[in-house]
């Protein structure tokens, strides 16, 4: 099973950048597609972006279409999700994790938060 810790998240502007990064644990992380979920202050958990066990297919969320993008590096069991354009809407606690029905155990996820 994978371990996964996400760090990277802090405090910026409107129209910042930030990248994330989420660092796993174990062999088996290349064999896994991954995904960055975010969840804001009383909202549901919700999917920004996947990315096959290659890192050649990624998938967005209409909202961050041409603002974030996700990559992978297997070598180094990282993933990572680079965001400009950063909104308000942004703000959300932001985990990785498999992108599976049945995810592995959620880490503390890394907050990132949006405002002038």
């Known amino acids: 099973q994978v371990q996964l810790v996400e760090s990277g998240g802090g405090l910026v502007q409107p129209g910042g950048s930030l990248r994330l990064s989420c660092a796993a644990s174990?062999?088996?992380?290349?064999?896994?597609?991954m995904a960055w979920y975010r969840q804001a202050p009383g909202q549901q958990r919700e999917l920004v972006a996947r990315i096959s066990t290659s890192g050649i297919t990624k998938k967005y969320v209409d909202s961050v279409k041409g603002r974030f993008t996700i990559s992978r590096d297997n070598a180094k069991n990282t993933l990572y999700l680079q965001m400009n354009s950063l909104k308000p809407d942004d703000t959300a606690v932001y985990y990785c994790?498999?992108?599976?029905?049945?995810?592995?155990?959620w880490g503390q996820g890394t907050q990132v938060t949006i405002a002038s």
């Open positions: 174990g062999s088996s992380f290349r064999s896994y597609p």
């Open positions: 994790n498999t992108d599976s029905p049945q995810p592995t155990d």
